[in-house]
Each structure stands twice: as structure tokens, then as C-alpha cells.
């Protein structure tokens, strides 16, 4: 076995001794310039698993006295003179600048070797309350930080709150949209940077836009009125990916979902409002949707390459006030006649909508 070490912690613990406060150390982990681009969205972890070599303890002892004088097995503490020189600290991390973690919580000295980093995973114990507080720097935080850790269980529960109900429809916007936003090396941010095409006004395009953070609001979201369960993410350099519904993607869900699919043919299909129905419908509707999740991707979508042409960025528009009816438009949705500005409502302009029909004109 042979291990190189990644970078080395930096702080003020100068001799190997047992250290009380190390929830109150700061320390630096510098990592190897060459291994930096491994830390890609480090930041969105609170606490990490710092593994480490003891360097500075030589030789191990299988059972010994701990630092409370208790004799234990070597496996049984935390004691550096183990067989294989290995530490293990899960520590908070406060902040990234590039290739240095600042960290607090490692209880290793200075220029211990580095070997591996990972995100410490709680998931088997914590009762998650952490998606309450949202910090107002990057408001997308969690749902990035649960976009880079593949859960989609919590982006599912979370779109739920747009939506207003869990279904398959939005359970299949949200494995899209973890899958596009996966592949860019960029986070979304509500500014045009990441847009993603919808070629559909259902179910599928809330849990897109929920994930994605491309919205209606923003102008993230491009709406492709194609009736057809795909979306395309790109960047503004036009490069993306579409991702597309299987052709079987109805036959999938009937065979592993049964029962949803007869209550939704009694339920949505017939509008059959029985509130008992109703009820079943709900619970076999989410049960399916969280069922999609377990799901292979391949085995919902088809993902090929595309180059997108990418719109310039929405403009900012200088705002009118009506001549006719007093309130204020967009410049663009109007006109001046005879030097009065009278918006399109007034002008009786045939203007398109969208309403679940798909877009049409007045
Ligand atoms: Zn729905
Ligand atoms: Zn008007």
C-alpha cells in the first residue's frame, strides 16, 4: 500500500500531546495545488472527515493507557501509536480560500500530513432540522448542497412546497434537474448564468424550476411550448445537455406503480372527486414519486448533447405610464401615438399567455 499525502494542517499546536479545546482550534488544511480542483464545492459541507498520519509517533501499542489514565485496546481510543498511524477528526469547516480549509475541531498539530478529506455523513443518525436556516449570502445554499450530494429525497420534499403535492411528474423535474446542474461546474444563481429550457408546463417543469433555481421570475427558465417531458440546461456559452422522458416512461411507472395508475385514471383522468379517491390518489401519488427517486437515471431519461442558442440577457426596461388608463407598463408592450404612451391592453393588442392549454393568443 502506498499513500501520498494531499497537503498538511497548519496551525498552533506545536508538540504531540492530548488537546482538550480542539473544537476551539483553528487550523489550516493547505492542500497540493495539484489536488485543488478535488475541493469543487467543498464549501457547501459544514463538517468534513479530515483523515491524517500521526507522523510524529512511532511505534503502537495495542492496549495502553488514554489520556484519562483508563487502560483500553488501541481500537477503543483515540491514541495516535496505532498500528497504522491513521487520525480521524470530523471538523467544522468556517471558510474555503482556494486550496485552504480553515476548519476548526482538528486536533492534529503542525504539518501533520494530510491524506484524505471527505464530507462527514451524519444522515444515519441526524433528525434533519438544518434546511431551516437559510443563509441570506447564497439563499440556494441547501438546495446546492443537497444538488452535490445527490439528495434527492430532501430537493423532492422541498420542491413539494411549490407544488403542493408530490408526483411523479415532479419527482422526474427534480432527477432532471440534479442530473443537468450536476454537470456544470457553476452554481445557479438566479442571474441568467444557468438556463434551463422547458418543453413542457406540467408537474416536471416546477421540480426544474425548484432544483435549477432558473425560474419564470428570472428568466432562467426559456419555455418551449412542445408538450414533451425534456428540459435542456446550458450555460451562456451555449454548451448543454437535453434531457428527455424515455418513450417508455409511461409503461415504467404503470408497472411499478400500479396502483397510482389506476387511481390516477380514475382520479385525474375521469375527475372522478370522491374524497376518500382523492386521498388514496395523494398517498399512492407520493409513494410513487419517492419511488422514482430509487430509480436508475438511464432507466427514466435519455441525455444527449446540445449546442443552445443562448438569448442575450433579459433586458431592463425603461417603464411608461398609460395615457389611457393611467397605470404603468413596459416599454416594449405598448406604443406612442401621437405622443401619448398607451399600453397594449388599451391599444386591445392580441398578446399571447400561458395557461395549461399551452401559450395562445387572445
Ligand atoms: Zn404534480
Ligand atoms: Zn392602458
Known amino acids: 500500500m502506498e499513500i501520498q499525502p494531499i497537503g498538511y494542517v497548519k496551525n498552533e499546536l506545536k508538540k504531540p500531546e492530548h488537546v482538550k479545546n480542539a473544537g476551539e482550534i483553528i487550523s489550516k488544511i493547505v492542500i497540493d495545488k495539484k489536488f485543488e ?118 430537493l ?19 432527477i432532471a434537474a440534479v442530473n443537468g446542474m450536476q454537470r456544470f461546474k457553476q452554481i445557479s444563481d438566479g442571474m441568467e448564468k444557468i438556463l434551463a429550457i422547458v418543453e413542457t408546463n406540467n408537474c416536471f417543469a416546477d421540480g426544474i424550476q425548484y432544483v435549477s433555481g432558473c425560474t419564470f421570475g428570472n428568466n432562467g427558465l426559456i419555455f418551449k411550448d412542445q408538450g414533451k417531458n425534456a428540459v435542456t440546461f446550458a450555460t451562456r456559452n451555449g454548451k448543454g445537455f437535453r434531457i428527455r422522458g424515455r418513450n417508455d416512461l409511461r409503461q415504467t411507472i404503470g408497472r411499478l406503480f400500479p396502483e397510482f395508475e389506476t387511481l390516477f385514471d380514475e ?24 419511488g422514482m427517486l430509487e430509480l436508475d437515471f438511464s432507466r427514466l431519461f435519455v441525455t444527449e448533447e446540445e449546442n443552445v442558442k443562448v438569448p442575450p440577457y433579459a433586458p431592463i426596461e425603461e417603464s411608461l405610464q398609460c395615457d389611457e388608463c393611467g397605470e404603468i407598463f413596459m416599454a416594449s408592450r405598448g406604443k406612442n401615438r401621437e405622443n401619448r404612451n398607451i399600453c397594449n391592453k388599451c391599444l386591445n393588442v392580441h398578446h399571447p399567455f400561458l395557461d395549461g392549454y399551452g401559450i395562445h393568443c387572445t
Not at 480549509?101 to 462527514?120: H, N, Y
Open 37 to 154: 480542483s478535488g475541493l469543487y464545492k467543498i464549501e457547501y459541507q459544514k463538517f468534513i472527515d479530515v483523515i491524517f498520519h500521526f507522523h510524529q509517533s512511532g511505534d503502537f501499542d495495542l492496549v495502553g493507557p488514554i489520556f484519562t489514565g483508563e487502560t483500553r485496546g488501541v481500537f477503543a481510543s483515540r491514541s495516535p501509536r496505532r498500528p497504522n498511524g491513521l487520525g480521524v477528526s470530523t471538523v467544522r469547516l468556517l471558510k474555503q480560500e482556494e486550496n485552504i480549509l480553515i476548519v476548526s475541531g482538528l486536533d492534529a498539530i503542525d504539518g501533520t500530513p494530510v491524506i484524505d478529506l471527505k464530507p462527514a455523513d451524519f444522515s444515519f443518525f441526524r433528525q434533519n432540522n438544518e434546511d431551516d436556516d437559510l443563509p441570506l449570502h447564497n439563499p440556494r445554499f441547501n438546495i446546492e448542497k443537497h444538488i452535490s450530494r445527490g439528495e434527492t429525497k430532501q
Open 267 to 290: 382520479v385525474i383522468v375521469k375527475r372522478n372527486d370522491n374524497p376518500e379517491k382523492q386521498k388514496l390518489f395523494n398517498e399512492e401519488s407520493r409513494k410513487a414519486s419517492f
Open 156 to 174: 423532492l420534499k422541498m420542491a413539494g412546497q411549490i407544488h403542493g403535492h408530490f408526483c411523479p411528474g415532479l419527482a422526474m423535474g427534480v
